[in-house]
T-cell receptor, first 114, second 114 residues
Framework: KNQVEQSPQSLIILEGKNCTLQ??????????LRWYKQDTGRGPVSLTI???SENTKSNGRYTATLDADTKQSSLHITASQLSDSASYIC?????????????WGLGTSLAVNP | DVKVTQSSRYLVKRTGEKVFLECVQD?????MFWYRQDPGLGLRLIYF???????EKGDIPEGYSVSREKKERFSLILESASTNQTSMYLC?????????????FGSGTRLTVV
């Protein structure tokens, strides 16, 4: 069964600290993996996309990694800010897929406290 | 700034009412989508459209219909609203090769059916 599982479900950190969010998937055949950030009451916004051949990609203080062999991805946030408080959602696309073939994770809720 | 605009942020309707949720995008995207988002269930695809007057069922189309008369506009219709349709509704759009380019989401409509 095609699934995307994210951990932890929720996380609380202090401002300035680093954190890592995990995404494990069993989607096959794999095309790409994307991380979205969703602020409370807003729609998701894309942070980064990882294709099969990419291991690491950075977007400012956000760094995503992908291990296609173990089917795991992580999103590392460096020097967290209060504005990083949001839900982070991992979504995996199946190769050859149309737009129905996106498998969404349930997200990790991150709270950054002062 | 390109955007997807949803007509209402908050909506309260009575059981049995016909409800229209409107979505407009200004990016000339071919694909448009309607999702609902519920705690613990994540994003679930209701309907999507590849082109004007084209529509396809997503994973949970029951109780919903859609209309796409113009490329920039995609409407979600609840024929007879029920309390289990209380949810956050998210509209999104993408270029034709959506899974690579990612989706642009609107800010969402929080619908409460009483």
């Amino acid at each position: 069964k095609n699934q995307v599982e994210q951990s932890p479900q929720s996380l609380i950190i202090l401002e300035g600290k680093n954190c890592t969010l995990q995404c494990n998937y069993t989607v096959s055949p794999f095309s790409n993996l994307r991380w979205y950030k969703q602020d409370t009451g807003r729609g998701p916004v894309s942070l980064t996309i990882m294709t099969f051949s990419e291991n690491t990609k950075s977007n400012g203080r956000y760094t995503a990694t992908l291990d296609a062999d173990t089917k795991q991805s992580s999103l590392h946030i460096t020097a967290s800010q209060l504005s990083d408080s949001a839900s982070y959602i991992c979504v995996v696309s199946r190769r050859g897929g149309n737009n129905r073939k996106l498998i969404w994770g349930l997200g990790t809720s991150l709270a950054v406290n002062p | 700034d390109v955007k997807v605009t949803q007509s209402s942020r908050y909506l309260v309707k009575r059981t049995g009412e016909k409800v229209f949720l409107e979505c407009v995008q200004d990016m000339d995207h071919e694909n448009m989508f309607w999702y609902r988002q519920d705690p613990g269930l994540g994003l679930r695809l209701i309907y999507f459209s590849y082109d004007v007057k084209m529509k396809e069922k997503g994973d949970i189309p029951e109780g919903y219909s859609v209309s796409r008369e113009k490329k920039e506009r995609f409407s979600l219709i609840l024929e007879s609203a029920s309390t289990n349709q209380t949810s956050m509704y998210l509209c999104a759009s993408s270029p034709r090769a959506g899974p690579i380019h990612g989706y642009t989401f609107g800010s969402g409509t929080r619908l409460t059916v009483v």
